[in-house]
């Protein structure tokens, strides 16, 4: 990187971690009329996001009317927005604030019945709603670790390191390294992440129905399974806009258990669909999640395998 494009990227961290703490202190209601002013500034003029959360919606969503999916789209980004804007608060508000604002968790039991029985709890956490305050409350109330990819913008590292770390969470690498941690902290019985709605790279997955089309999909969890005999739940933290979140904690789809990977997949990606369901709008819709389909038509080789040693 060049020295004009390093000053830059310095430059635009600053920015964006001096938001994130000014933002910190506002009220929810504030954040949420914020956010109802940007998501239809996206809408409009960010092609890239309108384009493809416009083909996820009809792909996955073929029986609603065009004008139904357009409004499901306009509120999806600003959802997304509100997440952006919501990051300080989750990294950097009061914790007493932060825990003031999940107004309700259901299904906890499921983590504390695994726990009891000496089982360790994989969560499932897909890109809905507030995943960052779900990850606040989960690294507040139990031992939890989570895989971390260093951000895009090298420069805003310390701050994304300090804000998901800050009630404890501990963070791994997305390596053999990691998952080895991950092993370990499941058979201490802790509670550890995985974002179950993510492309691995080619070899770390198969294909499996998403909402009836085939997505590549990560075999990590079924070996992390066999391995530690583990419960699976999936969990989110779903925006009650204005006022605060809802966490809610559902059983896993009993495929995840398979030993077949194609199966298992099949059912994270069932787990997903079924937090979708709680809120269709709270869901990341412009993610890629069928790119590799169209790689795989368009005959792209395989690249590594990630493995468990």
């Not at 416009?54 to 073929?62: G, I, S, T």
């Not at 499921?110 to 995943?131: Q, T």
Request: net charge positive; aromatic share 8%.
């Amino acid at each position: 990187m060049g020295k004009a494009a390093s000053r830059s990227s310095a430059l635009q961290a600053r920015a964006i971690a001096t938001l994130w703490r000014v933002l910190a202190g506002r009220r929810l209601a504030t954040l949420w009329r914020l956010a109802r002013l940007v998501g239809p500034l996206v809408h409009r003029f960010s092609r890239r996001e309108r384009e493809v959360t416009a083909a996820n919606l009809a792909a996955v969503y073929p029986d609603r009317g065009a004008d139904e999916r357009r409004r499901l789209a306009r509120q999806s980004l600003t959802h997304s927005a509100a997440t952006m804007l919501e990051i300080g608060f989750a990294w950097q508000g009061a914790p007493e604030r932060v825990e003031a604002s999940i107004l309700a968790v259901h299904g906890r039991e499921l983590l504390d019945e695994a726990r009891a029985e000496g089982r360790g709890v994989i969560v499932l956490a897909p890109h809905f709603g507030n995943w960052e305050v779900l990850n606040f409350w989960l690294s507040s109330h139990f031992p939890f670790t989570a895989m971390y990819e260093p951000p895009k913008i090298a420069e805003l590292d310390a701050v994304t390191r300090a804000g998901r770390e800050r009630m404890g969470a501990s963070l791994v690498p997305t390596n053999p390294r990691g998952v080895a941690a991950l092993l370990k902290a499941l058979k201490r019985s802790e509670a550890i992440g995985i974002l179950p709605d993510q492309e691995p790279d080619w070899g770390s997955g198969v294909f499996a129905p998403f909402f009836g089309r085939l997505a590549y999909t990560a075999t990590l969890l079924p070996k992390l399974v066999a391995r530690t005999q583990a419960r699976v739940v999936t969990g989110v933290a779903r925006r009650l806009p204005g006022r605060g979140f809802e966490i809610h904690f559902l059983p896993a789809d009993e495929r995840v258990y398979a030993a077949d990977e194609a199966e298992s997949a099949t059912g994270v990606n069932a787990c997903v669909e079924a937090a979708i369901a709680l809120d269709p709008a709270q869901y990341q819709w412009e993610y890629k999640r069928y790119r590799k389909v169209i790689q795989e038509q368009e005959g792209h080789p395989e690249h590594r395998r990630f493995r468990i040693y």
